[in-house]
């Protein structure tokens, strides 16, 4: 059994060979807030935030995961299973594709 920490870096990494790298942008002139705060630092603050909220919630549905896997004393996997396996996919991806957006 995979520990869970090289789980969630393997979900991560699982569709990185899929995506090439986004070329070099441009930099863009700085637009400020009304409140004179920079709006793309503001965007990185808010989109860390909900990186770091994610990431527990992938940490925790495959905690989630490894305890059902274990728990079946077949080798039959049931559907609700399938199913978090699923989830996790997902919202790794949408952690994966968030963190590019920024690279």
Partial sequence: MLPMGLLVLLLLGAGAQRHPQPPDKPDKPE???????????????LDFEKTKTEAAELAELAHQLKAEIEKN??????????KKAEEIEKL???????MRRHY
């Fill in 31 to 45: 637009i400020l807030l009304p409140s004179g705060k920079n709006q793309r630092e503001e965007i990185l603050k």
């Fill in 73 to 82: 004393e077949r080798h039959v996997i049931d559907m609700r299973t399938l």
């Fill in 92 to 98: 790794a991806r949408r952690i994966k594709d968030r």
